[in-house]
């Protein structure tokens, strides 16, 4: 016999509702909401602990990564706290390049990348854009000393459990630092003389949980691509406890659903891709998925815009299809281009 609590926190999140559950009708009323959702996710997040500091910047080498030459640089994002990223570029370079930021999901770090989504990455750099891949805070050279080592196998972990631990004993969380990172990030991409100001942000699984939170909080992104991570919390995450320490936010349960996150975008253009097959969403699988979407999308009706969340269903599991974002970027570019023009998607 056991006498265990997940049936008591699965009745405590369905007993409550959520203090910003998205029910905006006007325009007025989005932005007060987005505001207050926005400050107590900084609140809660930690992502208000993060301390700003000089941004000294190094470009050491650069290295052949699964056939791309990347240049190894870092960036001090807080005051000792080192990011290093890759940066790669396209051939062909012009002014006004538009910045394409891809953080990486769990099991490696920012090679991992390159590795996984070159197709990718390659037609981005055909479309002219300069691509960044970040190393997030615990992995790839990021990780502390209980993950380190060169062994592919200790390649593949990270220290998020660790910094966890650590962070939330001083009122800050792994996505939070994360956030606050691809921010100083952002930062540094747009004050280069050669770039634009589109900033789009692409990720798979924790990448694309990295990709969310920082569309969400950071206005500059213009526009943004989940994979496999967009999904009920509540089957997602409290009926998937064992889920990396990365994904649970203090009071998150008690303040919003992912569906506010992809609300928190809107009405820049939003892609999310989905696998049938992916049991990260859940016990219901994809029908875990649609009534988030569904929220984020009365967002968008808002700014009549509803079109510029698209949902892609792919057969597959927890992977990364990329079937439809390269039009989807290109069509992001147009829109910021024309910028307060009536646009609909389906004419672009
Ligand atoms: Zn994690």
Aim: aromatic share 10%; proline share 5%; glycine share 10%.
């Amino acid at each position: 016999m056991y006498y265990t609590t997940l049936e008591y926190y699965k009745k405590l999140f369905e007993s409550r509702k959520r203090e910003f559950a998205f029910e905006a009708e006007t325009l007025d009323e989005y932005a007060a909401w987005k505001d207050g959702l926005r400050a107590r996710l900084r609140e809660i997040a930690g992502i208000d602990k993060c301390i700003p500091c000089e941004p000294v910047h190094q470009f050491l080498h650069t290295e052949k990564i699964a056939g791309f030459e990347a240049e190894y640089h870092t960036l001090e994002t807080e005051p000792g706290v080192v990011m290093p990223f890759y940066l790669i570029r396209p051939g062909q370079q012009k002014k006004d390049m538009p910045v394409l930021i891809i953080p990486h999901g769990h099991g490696g770090g920012k090679e991992k990348v390159p590795e996984g989504q070159g197709k990718f990455i390659r037609e981005a750099l055909e479309d002219g854009f300069l691509v960044a891949c970040p190393d997030e805070r615990g992995s790839g050279d990021r990780r502390e000393f209980t993950e380190q080592g060169e062994e592919p196998e200790r390649k593949r972990l990270n220290s998020h459990r660790e910094l966890m631990q650590l962070g939330i004993n001083f009122g800050r969380t792994v996505i939070g630092t994360a956030v606050w990172d691809l921010m100083r990030l952002t930062d540094w991409l747009l004050a280069l003389p050669e770039t634009g100001d589109f900033l789009a942000c692409a990720g798979m699984s924790g990448g694309g949980q990295q990709t969310l939170w920082f569309a969400a909080m950071d206005d500059r992104v213009s526009a943004a691509i989940t994979s496999g991570y967009f999904y009920g919390v509540k089957e997602s995450l409290i009926e998937l406890p064992g889920n990396c320490a990365c994904n649970f936010v203090p009071h998150f349960f008690e303040t919003a659903d992912m569906g506010e996150l992809g609300a928190l975008i809107a009405p820049r253009p939003f892609f999310v891709e989905s696998g049938e097959q992916d049991h990260l969403c859940g016990r219901s699988g994809i029908e875990n998925v649609k009534p988030q979407v569904a929220v984020t999308r009365k967002a968008y009706a808002l700014f009549g815009a509803e079109d510029r969340i698209i949902h892609s269903i792919h057969p597959g599991g927890h992977q990364w299809i990329g079937e439809g974002m390269r039009e989807f970027l290109r069509k992001s570019r147009k829109i910021q281009k024309r910028n307060g023009e009536n646009l609909l998607w389906g004419d672009l």
